[in-house]
Every structure is written in C-alpha cells, then in structure tokens.
C-alpha cells in the first residue's frame, strides 16, 4: 500500500474519481515501470502522459541528438534543446511534468547485445523508434522475454499500433520480417504530419494504463490503423500464426538479430 | 461477378482472380511493404499466385508503417 500524500491525492484526483481506476488503480500506476523505446515522435507523447499519469519508473532508450528537424513532432523536445541527447531533454521534461517519476536513461541504440538487460528491468514495453530493425528485435525480445508491448508506427498521414501479451499475435505473426532494405520509406524519407505522432502516441499510453490497471480491452489480437485524412480507425482482427518463427509452435528463431538499416535518410542527403 | 470484401469495403470483382492479381487491382503500390490477410487467415507471399479469390472472400492488407522516432 501506498501512502498518498495531500499533493499526490490532488495531483491524480482525475485519476481517482474514475470508478475504473480509483486509488488502487492509481498504485498500480505509480508502482509500474514503463520502457520507452525512442525519445522521438511517439517516445514525446506516451513519455509525456505516461508522466503526467505517475508511472513509477520510466526507461527511455535513444542513441540521439535533438535535431531542429524533430521539433515538429517531437513535442517532448523544446528550442533551446537543439544538440542535446534527446534522453537527457526528455528526463528533463518528465521530471519538471511530475517529480515523483524515476527516470532512467540509456544513450545508446537498442540492439541484440544489450536488449535482454534492459527490458529485463520493465513491466511494459512501448516501441516508438522508427525503424523496421529495432521493431522487430523489440518484438522478439519482448516474447522471448515474455514482457507485454505496445507497437506503433505512423507514416505520412498514416498510423498503426496493437498490443501484444504473451500468447496473443506478435509483430512477426503479421509481417515475418522487414521489408526489403531501402524498400520502406521510414518518416525521414516520406515525411509525417506532426499531430499524427500524439495521435498514435497517446493511444500506445492509453493502453499502457490500461494495462496496469486492468482496465477495459487491450489492443490484442487486432491492429489498429488509422488514416488522418479521412479519419477513419479500422480495427482487424489478426490472429495468432501458428507457424510463426517467434511465437508459433516450432519458433525458428532462438536469438536476437540486428536486421541491416536502412542506410538513406534525409538528413545525409 | 463476385462480391469480396476488402479492406472493410465490398468490391465486385471477375473470377477467376488470383491473389497476387486482387492486390495489384487494388493499387497496392510496392506489395514489398503489405502483408495479407484473407477470412482472417495471414496468406504466404508464395501462396499470393496460386490462391484463388472465392465469393465472399474477406481480404485485408496490412502495410508496415516504420516510423515514429526521428
């Protein structure tokens, strides 16, 4: 049991006064830890209201600079942050939003050498990076690892995101693997409305909270995508693939692989 | 003429069809970057050929979406 002071019974009275969520609920929240993979687009929102919320501890892995380009969308990252390791502007931002909040920060990519030791530290998992490489070696050390997570990709006017726990359809049930390099424009190449990144951002922290407390349905077994343009949501059920090489019946994979990047990107050119 | 539905959307459409020929029908610009779903079931990119659409099909494409950080 936590024991809430005046300012924290202020502080999430919103949270409180739902019947779905209540001062237990609100523990469950403040006891979890959350890893935020990507300090980028959607890293800013769901770090921003997962903050807000109280979550007790939050991760953030982002081998990065704030670039000029990324205020856009990057709502986490301000002007005067411009060549600073976006981990240390988003703790920065966290902590000014709610000091309660534990911040741990890794300034270093997520690959297959160090994946294990840092999801290992978390109760949940949220992919915001932007690269088809370290969204499937999210996806498949969070199911060897057995840790739920929230997938998200946004593209142009466009996004997309489900949930995963353990037993449900993963990443790899729905696409076996990444497209061909140089195949798939990622948003330093096609571009991204900026609004979109805290549209799809806010529902991967939706579902975190959701997860936590146990509230309502999660985004499993159905991929969520929408499309700005005409603001139509589509919900498809995905299924499960029995044959799937990380969490079918006979998984074919047994480690962790650094898929090749994509090398072009626009700020090269 | 055949009713299918794709994407969520009833089509009509001329049998026999196959899949790989549905997908390029409908536009789908590099199918590198789709994957397909029909009555619920995740269909090979090696079965795209030889799959025949059947009345009342339920086809949905998955595009990958990669961005989110930078």
């Known amino acids: 049991m936590i024991d809430f002071t005046e300012e924290q019974i202020q502080r999430y009275s919103r949270h409180i006064l739902l019947k779905d969520v209540g001062v237990e609920g609100q523990e469950k929240i403040m006891q979890a830890k959350v890893l935020v993979v990507g300090a980028g687009g959607l890293g800013a929102p769901v770090s921003l209201y997962l903050a807000a919320a109280g979550i007790g501890t939050i991760g953030i892995v982002d081998a990065d600079v704030v670039d000029i380009s990324n205020l856009q969308r990057q709502v986490i990252h301000f002007t005067k942050d411009v060549g600073r390791s976006k981990v240390e502007s988003a703790k920065e931002k966290i902590q000014a939003i709610n000091p309660d909040v534990k911040v741990n920060t890794y300034y270093e990519f997520l690959d297959s050498s160090n994946a294990f030791d840092i999801i290992k530290e978390y109760d949940f998992i949220v992919d915001g990076t932007d690269n088809f490489p370290v969204k499937f070696l999210i996806n498949d050390a969070c199911v060897m690892a057995g840790k739920p997570f929230s997938h998200g990709g946004i593209l142009r006017f466009n996004g997309q995101t489900f949930t995963h726990l353990p037993g449900t359809a993963c990443y790899r049930c729905m696409f076996k693997e990444p497209p061909p390099v140089g195949a798939v424009p990622t948003c330093s190449q096609a571009g991204v409305l900026g609004a979109i990144a805290g549209m799809l951002g806010t529902i991967q922290a939706t579902e975190t909270l959701k997860y936590f407390t146990g509230i309502g349905e999660l985004l499993t077994n159905r991929l969520l995508s929408f499309d700005a343009k005409t603001m139509q949501f589509r919900t498809i059920a995905v299924k499960q693939r029995e044959t799937c090489a990380i969490c079918g019946k006979n998984p074919t994979i047994h480690n962790l692989i650094d898929y090749e990047q994509a090398a072009c990107d626009l700020k090269n050119h | ?70």
């Open chain 2, 1 to 70: 003429m055949a009713k299918i539905t794709v994407n969520g959307e009833v089509q009509e459409v001329s049998l026999p069809l196959s899949l790989t020929e549905l997908i390029k029908q409908n536009d789908v610009q590099q199918s590198d970057m789709v994957s397909v779903q029909v009555n619920d079931d995740f269909v090979d990119r090696t079965e795209w050929d030889s799959l025949q659409i059947k009345e009342g099909d339920s086809v949905d494409f998955l595009y990958f979406m990669g961005g989110g950080s930078l």
